[in-house]
């Protein structure tokens, strides 16, 4: 895992193909009922206008019920929802998987303790699908 606390993003490395990895993530998603509310084909839009890209994929998703109590707290967290998982391939050819650090998030919008619990799901997420 890397991490960096300047910007709050993590990394993990998954295991699996990027393909693979996104295709599990949605599955995960649906079964516990999370809505999607994107997937982006970076690369696929960067090979459409003749630009070349290491498979890149990035999951906007979240649950209203989740992410409503932290825009009431701390309107501008608004920004950062709904989640969002990077599921990407590096030069040596490893997944790397990537997402805003929940703690992070907290501190950057002054949010209460005890609604962090509502966006930590991403950090159990993308673990869940990179091991």
Do not use: C
Not at 19 to 46: C, P, R, Y
Not at 57 to 83: E, N, Q, V, W, Y
Not at 99 to 122: E, F, M, Q, S
């Amino acid at each position: 895992m890397t991490s960096n606390p300047g910007n709050g993003v993590v990394t993990i490395t998954g295991r699996l193909s990027v393909d693979q990895t996104v295709q599990k993530l949605e599955e995960i998603l649906k079964a516990k009922g999370v809505k999607l509310f994107a997937l982006v084909d970076h690369s696929g839009e960067a090979e459409k206008a003749g630009l070349e890209m290491r498979p890149t994929r990035l999951l906007i998703f979240g649950s209203p019920k989740a992410g409503t109590p932290l825009m009431i707290a701390s309107p501008t967290i608004a920004i950062d929802l709904p989640l969002k998982i990077l599921v990407w391939e590096d030069a040596d050819g490893r997944v790397m998987i990537s997402y805003n650090d929940p703690a992070w998030l907290g501190a950057r919008h002054g949010l209460p303790p005890d609604l962090l619990r509502n966006i930590a799901v991403v950090e159990a997420l993308a673990n869940s699908v990179a091991g």
